[in-house]
Every structure is written in structure tokens, then in C-alpha cells.
């Protein structure tokens, strides 16, 4: 079993944490000695970080709609139909048609670009997320 430090997704708190891989699938956690965040400690929700990672039902690829029905695409395909979309909602409907929400998983770093992007891209204030800390 060997253990690759990363960061824990739940939240932007950033706590640091092993994952504990074996035969090249991550099998459990364990939390930093040393990390300036967590310290050795992980709540509940960082204690199982590692579930989602082979779940079944995880989405491993975009998916577009076609003939109604989502299928399998390339990440050039599916961010240029995304991009597509938003621009012909912005152009009929204008910018404030469009809202985004973002999420607790995303980091500190990464809600910021997001609230950047939906201000000075889309051209719209109509942003939120779902952390409630």
C-alpha cells in the first residue's frame, strides 16, 4: 500500500490527507501529521473522501445530449457546446438570464475563479453555492 498526499474536496477549508492506494485503486485515508490546516485531523466527511472514487455511478467522461438522450463526448465537444449554450442564453435573454451555482467541493481558489468568470465573462452577479459554513 503506498500513500499520496492530497487535499481534501468536501470543503475550502484545504485539509491535507493520504490517500492510502493499493493495487492502484484508492482503498482508504489518513490524515497529515503535519498539515498547517487539519494538523492529523479529518471530520467525518474527510474520513471518507476516498468513497466516491470507484462508485459505479460516477460520471468518468461529459456527456452531451443527442436525439435525446446523453451520450459519451469528448471534453472539446462538450465545453464548446456548454459555451455555446451560455452564449445563445446571454444574447436572447441577457446575461442576467443566467445563474451558476458552484459547490463546497471546489477550493477557495477554484470559487473564485468561478465568481470571476460569472462577473466578468457571463456578465452576471447571479452566483452561489452551496457551502454553508
Not at 436525439?67 to 471534453?75: F, H, N, Q, T
Not at 477550493?107 to 466578468?120: G, I, M, V
Request: charged residues 25%; aromatic residues 6%.
Amino acid at each position: 500500500m503506498r500513500q499520496v498526499m492530497s487535499v481534501c474536496c468536501y470543503c475550502g477549508c484545504g485539509c491535507g490527507l493520504y490517500l492510502l492506494v493499493e493495487d492502484e485503486r484508492v482503498v482508504g485515508v489518513a490524515p497529515s501529521r503535519n498539515h498547517p490546516v487539519s494538523r492529523n485531523n479529518l471530520c467525518v466527511k474527510g474520513w471518507h473522501v476516498h468513497e466516491f472514487v470507484h462508485h459505479p455511478d460516477r460520471l468518468s467522461k461529459p456527456l452531451v445530449r443527442r436525439g435525446g438522450e446523453l451520450r459519451p463526448a469528448s471534453w472539446d465537444e462538450a465545453l464548446d457546446r456548454a459555451a455555446e449554450g451560455l452564449a445563445q442564453v446571454k444574447e436572447r435573454y441577457g446575461p442576467d438570464a443566467i445563474g451558476v451555482l458552484s459547490s463546497a467541493k471546489c477550493t477557495n481558489e477554484e470559487n473564485f475563479l468561478l465568481q470571476k468568470f460569472t462577473r466578468a465573462v457571463l456578465g452576471t452577479n447571479n452566483i452561489d453555492h452551496c457551502a454553508r459554513l
